[in-house]
C-alpha cells in the first residue's frame, strides 16, 4: 500500500522560482526522507528529517515536517533547469523500519 | 567507487522463461533491496534483506525470489516471469549499523528496464 503520496503530481516552473513539493503519510514514522530521480536513472538521496526534527536545511533544500498532520514538504529555492526530476518521499515506518514506503512522486520540470 | 550495480540494464524476454537479474554493491552494507517502479504507483518494495541468508518480503513478492549468500550481491530471479512483471527495477542499499540503521539513506543501482512479452 502507498504509504506517502505526494502532491502536486507535477509542477512546472520558471528558473529562479522556488518549488514546494508536499507529502502525506498514513502511519507513524521513524524518518522521512526525500528523494531525487532523473528520467530513467537511479533515485538520489536529498534529504533524511526524523520524527523528532520539524526542519532540516541542505543548500537550497529546506524540508519541514509534521508529524501531528503526518506529511511533509520540500523547498527548492532558487530554481535551475538542472533541477528538473522526479521528487519522491519515503517513510520509514516506526516498528517496521526496516522497509522504507515510497510516494508515487513530484514530477518538477523548471524551464530556462 | 561506492556504487550499486545491475545487470542487465534491459532485458526483453518471454513469458515463462526463468531469469536473473543481478545487483551487487562494493560497500560494504548489511541491508539490500529490490523494487519495482510502475508508473503513477511509485517505487514498491519486493524483497529486502538485513545481512547475509536473512531476506523477508516486502509489498509486492509474489512471483519473485531472492537470495542472499554473500553481503555484496543481492540477486532478483523470476522463475517464470508473466506479462505483469514488466516493469524497472532497482536495486538498493544502505548500512544496518553506524549512524542508525534505517536513518541511513539508501544507495541505487541504475535499474534494469524488463519487458515480459
Known amino acids: 500500500s502507498q504509504q506517502g503520496e505526494e502532491d502536486p503530481q507535477a509542477l512546472s516552473i520558471q528558473e529562479g522560482e522556488n518549488a514546494t513539493m508536499n507529502c502525506s503519510y498514513k502511519?507513524?514514522?521513524?524518518?522521512l526522507q526525500w528523494y531525487r530521480q532523473n528520467s530513467g536513472r537511479g533515485l538520489v538521496h536529498l534529504i533524511l528529517?526524523?520524527?523528532?526534527?520539524r526542519e532540516k536545511h541542505s543548500g537550497r533544500l529546506r524540508v519541514t515536517l509534521d508529524t501531528s498532520k503526518k506529511s511533509s514538504s520540500l523547498l527548492i529555492t532558487a530554481s535551475r533547469a538542472a533541477d528538473t526530476a522526479s521528487y519522491f518521499c519515503?517513510?520509514?515506518?516506526?516498528?517496521?523500519?526496516?522497509?522504507?514506503?515510497f510516494g508515487s512522486g513530484t514530477q518538477l520540470t523548471v524551464l530556462p | 567507487e561506492a556504487q550499486v550495480t545491475q545487470n542487465p540494464r534491459y532485458l526483453i524476454t518471454v513469458t515463462g522463461k526463468k531469469l536473473t537479474v543481478t545487483c551487487s554493491q562494493n560497500?560494504?552494507?548489511?541491508?539490500m533491496s529490490w523494487y519495482r517502479q510502475d508508473p503513477g504507483l511509485g517505487l514498491r518494495q519486493i524483497y529486502y534483506?538485513?545481512?547475509?541468508?536473512?531476506?523477508d518480503k516486502g509489498d509486492v513478492p509474489e512471483g519473485y525470489k531472492v537470495s542472499r549468500k554473500e553481503k555484496r550481491n543481492f540477486p532478483l530471479i523470476l522463475e517464470s516471469p508473466s506479462p505483469n512483471q514488466t516493469s524497472l527495477y532497482f536495486c538498493?542499499?544502505?548500512?544496518?549499523?553506524?549512524?542508525?540503521?534505517?536513518?541511513?539513506?539508501?544507495?541505487f543501482g541504475p535499474g534494469t528496464r524488463l519487458t515480459v512479452l
Open positions: 534483506s538485513m545481512n547475509v541468508e536473512v531476506t
Open positions: 560497500m560494504n552494507h548489511e541491508y
Open positions: 519515503a517513510t520509514a515506518r516506526s516498528g517496521s523500519a526496516r522497509q522504507l514506503t
Open positions: 502511519t507513524s514514522i521513524n524518518n
Open positions: 538498493a542499499s544502505r548500512p544496518s549499523t553506524g549512524a542508525g540503521g534505517p536513518d541511513n539513506e539508501q544507495f
Open positions: 528529517i526524523r520524527s523528532n526534527e
